[in-house]
């Protein structure tokens, strides 16, 4: 079935800086990759989604990159505030087309 | 309604209780998801319903894990002789339409404890 891998676990950055979280997936049947934010005791809310027929998706700050061959995919949220931090997880659909296959998450700390 | 809803909030009982977590998804949704969240751990799936049948099991633990939808609008998990290890925050999402690219909101979830 389909695995996600996520990485960094932890992500520290000072405010301003850019931050980057890599994930890669192994069916290459998968055509949705979504990003969540989660804060702590919050729900996951998601914060920008990529098909398979595109291979960058911007929203403000917040970036993602896909890389269909090579089974990888990447946030990138530039110009990092506090409110920020949180744990960011990505996701890719599962063989079935049923549910979402999530990575570990990555904690990301921005610091002022 | 708004978002999801799912009740309760928190809920703590002993093991081998029976418990029965509820999920209200966003009005018009059709396809529903319960996902478990342990602590510091991502989400692992549990179950997918289109309307009122689930065509993806393949994510409940046991058989002591079972869920149901009716009137393809609410959904309930049941843990039937709860263990230790059911300990976690149980997630309800919902989408417009069921099978992949959709995007799924989720519920703030319940929060349960097996003492």
């Known amino acids: 079935g389909e695995n996600v891998e996520q990485h960094p676990s932890t992500l520290s950055v000072q405010e301003g800086d850019s931050a980057v979280i890599k994930c890669t997936y192994s069916d290459s049947a998968s055509n949705y990759f979504p990003w969540y934010k989660q804060e702590l005791g919050k729900r996951p809310q998601l914060i920008i989604d990529i098909r398979s027929n595109v291979g960058e998706k911007k929203d403000q700050r917040i970036a993602v990159t896909l890389n269909k061959t090579a089974k990888h995919f990447s946030l990138h949220i530039t110009e990092t505030q506090p409110e920020d931090s949180a744990v960011y997880f990505c996701?890719?659909?599962?063989?079935?087309?049923?549910?979402?296959?999530f990575g570990k998450g990555t904690t990301l700390s921005v610091s002022s | 309604g708004a978002g999801v809803s799912q009740s309760p909030s928190n809920k703590v009982t002993e093991k081998g209780k029976d418990v029965e977590l509820r999920c209200d998804p966003i009005?018009?949704?059709?396809?529903l998801y319960w996902y478990r969240q342990s602590l510091g751990q991502g989400l692992e799936f549990l179950i997918y319903f289109q309307g009122n049948s689930a065509p993806d099991k393949s994510g409940l633990p046991s058989d002591r894990f079972s869920a149901e939808r009716t009137g393809g609008s609410v959904s309930t998990l049941t843990i039937q002789r709860t263990q230790q290890e059911d300990s976690a925050v149980y997630l309800c999402?919902?989408?417009?339409?069921?099978?992949?690219?959709?995007?799924?909101?989720f519920g703030d979830g319940t929060r349960l404890s097996i003492l």
């Open positions: 999402a919902s989408s417009s339409q069921g099978g992949n690219n959709q995007p799924q909101h």
């Open positions: 009005s018009g949704h059709t396809a």
């Open positions: 996701a890719a659909v599962n063989q079935a087309g049923t549910a979402l296959i």
